[in-house]
């Protein structure tokens, strides 16, 4: 079984700031993956990145990095230079394994509102 | 690119109606994922489909079901609807079977009342 937690409901952050937004996960599984997903008001679930176990360099794109920590189990997003559309909920995400042994769907963590004051 | 577009975008029902919600995919990929919303649930998967048969299935009733055409759009289904179905309902196409080339459409937002 897998399980994502984020603990931070919400968060606040001033524009122009870094913030981090918390994820940890349990999985059995030796090989396995993170995603972070951006979601706004409108409701689409946006990409923002992802995280290999076996990736050496934590991965980045553009303003957002991943902190990434095998040994506790973690994979925190960190947003730099905070904009005002950045302003949404932000899930973290592990593919999760069927019957198959491939990938076939997401679980998903509870997510964390986020909000960017001016 | 069109992206993942889902159709109606608002969907207002009564308890014990059935409710059809569609999903057509990115040109040239072949899997649709569907996803439920609630805020005490939170995101759970609902099934997907690759090349019109059903790969994947998440732990919802049969009231639940889906199906997907020859040209991988996708519709689901509910039938008598309860009100705790009342949801964001995402869908989800890859052109392959893995969640790594997801693309999310805007979903549709049922209520039932």
């Known amino acids: 079984a897998q399980k994502i937690t984020q603990t931070q409901p919400g968060m606040f952050v001033q524009e122009k700031e870094a913030v981090t937004l918390d994820c940890t996960y349990d999985?059995?599984?030796?090989?396995?993956?993170l995603f972070w997903y951006k979601q706004p008001s409108s409701g689409e679930m946006i990409f923002l990145i992802y995280?290999?176990?076996?990736?050496?360099q934590n991965a980045t794109e553009g303003r957002y990095s991943l902190n990434f920590q095998k040994a506790r189990k973690s994979a925190n997003l960190v947003i730099s230079a905070s904009q005002l559309g950045d302003s949404a909920m932000y899930f973290c995400?592990?593919?999760?394994?069927?019957?198959?042994?491939?990938?076939?769907?997401?679980?998903f963590g509870s997510g964390t509102q986020l909000t960017v004051l001016p | 690119k069109a992206g993942v577009t889902q159709t109606p975008r608002y969907l207002i029902k009564t308890r014990g109606q059935q409710v059809t919600l569609s999903c057509s995919p990115i040109?040239?990929?072949?899997?649709v994922s569907w996803y439920q919303q609630t805020p005490g649930q939170g995101l759970q998967f609902l099934f997907e489909y690759f090349s019109e048969t059903q790969r994947n299935k998440g732990n919802f009733p049969g009231r639940f079901s889906g199906r997907q055409f020859s040209n991988s759009r996708s519709e689901m289904n509910v039938s008598t609807l309860e009100l705790g179905d009342s949801a964001l309902y995402l869908c989800?196409?890859?052109?392959?079977?893995?969640?790594?080339?997801?693309?999310f459409g805007s979903g549709t937002r049922l209520t039932v009342v």
């Open positions: 995280q290999g176990s076996y990736d050496e």
């Open positions: 995400a592990m593919p999760r394994r069927g019957i198959s042994g491939s990938a076939r769907q997401l679980t």
């Open positions: 040109s040239g990929h072949r899997s």
């Open positions: 999985t059995s599984d030796q090989s396995y993956g």
């Open positions: 989800a196409s890859s052109y392959n079977d893995r969640v790594y080339g997801y693309t």
